[in-house]
């Protein structure tokens, strides 16, 4: 790996259970950290609120990571979902891209061998089957007052506050609440809090790595200076000096690029359970880009892709009304 470049990997299980809880979450987890190796000393969670994540269950599960795996939980960040787009979404996005590419293809997506197949081209992938030991005898937990409004968690190693669990209603924002020992065993009541043993199978190894570079801090720059300059040079605003600026060379889509927007198009056209918006083609052609057949240099913006949707529709319409109208003047004539 280069110097100052992030190496990516994700863990993605599939799996017959079909319970999305708190169980399966820290099931899930607990299979990634047996898989690594090193394993880190501290980990920060982030993800979206949903209830199987922002749970009492799974908050009193992290508590005892240190004691099960010697890993320090620094702290759980709960982002709304749809507010906050982070690599974690787009991985998702070119997991369910693959997928309908597979099944484009002409594939059947049946078993876990299927799925394994399906996403294996994508960069820094690693997949396993995991099925969760459940105990269905579990007494149930009381609840955490006030949890879903409560976003950033964290879990003290201070010789004090062992065992304590902090949360507060914003990252950095707000007073933290605390959860002593004894305001966890009421929540707890009779429930012992166990540690996950689910049965799994070997990640599959990733054919591509997946790479983000590391920002400098040295070469940071202060946004807001920069932009200060940029705005209020003297004279910004006349608009003289707008007609001297020159407007960069315009990037034309290469023709095997457009070859595939086409036939993207037309496909949809076609069948319209098929059809792709602007998005969904950009993520088909990072898909291509990742299997080789195309430069992602030669990969247009979405605005781009958007606006050659818009003309290319246009342009097809108008090509089938004069097919139309020369078919019917045809049958005139005949």
Known sequence: MEQNQLDVQVFDH???????????????LHTVIETLNPKPKWVTIMSDNGMHYHCTELMLIIAHWKEWYNIIPCKWIFLEAGEAKTS?????????????????????????????????????????????????????????????????????????????????????????????????????????????????????QSIKQWNIPILNKENKQDPTRVNRQQMFTSGWALKENEKTRQRGPVKRISPQVKYL?????????????????????????????????????DIPKVTTITNWISTFSRKWKEAMALRTLEENMDSENS
């Open 261 to 297: 927007l086409e036939s993207m198009f037309h496909t949809g056209t076609a069948n319209p359970r098929q059809k792709l918006n602007a998005q969904q083609m950009h993520e088909e052609l990072l898909k291509r880009a990742e299997l080789g057949e195309i430069e992602e240099n």
């Open 14 to 28: 599939w799996s017959n259970d079909t319970r999305q809880d708190a169980w399966f979450t820290a099931s899930s």
């Open 88 to 204: 974690i979404d787009s991985h998702h996005a070119q997991v369910s891209q693959a997928m309908k590419r597979y099944v484009k293809l002409g594939y059947d997506v049946i078993s876990g061998d299927d799925i394994e197949l399906a996403v294996k081209g994508i960069a820094g992938v690693q997949v396993s089957n995991l099925n969760p030991n459940r105990d269905n005898d579990k007494a149930k937990l009381d609840t955490i007052t006030g949890i879903s409004n409560l976003q950033e968690w964290t879990w003290p190693t201070d010789e004090e506050k062992v065992g304590y669990i902090h949360a507060r209603a914003l990252p950095g924002i707000g007073e933290w609440k605390e959860w002593s020992l004894e305001k966890i065993e009421k929540i707890v009541k009779k429930r012992k809090i166990e540690k996950p043993n689910p049965t799994f199978t070997s990640h599959t």
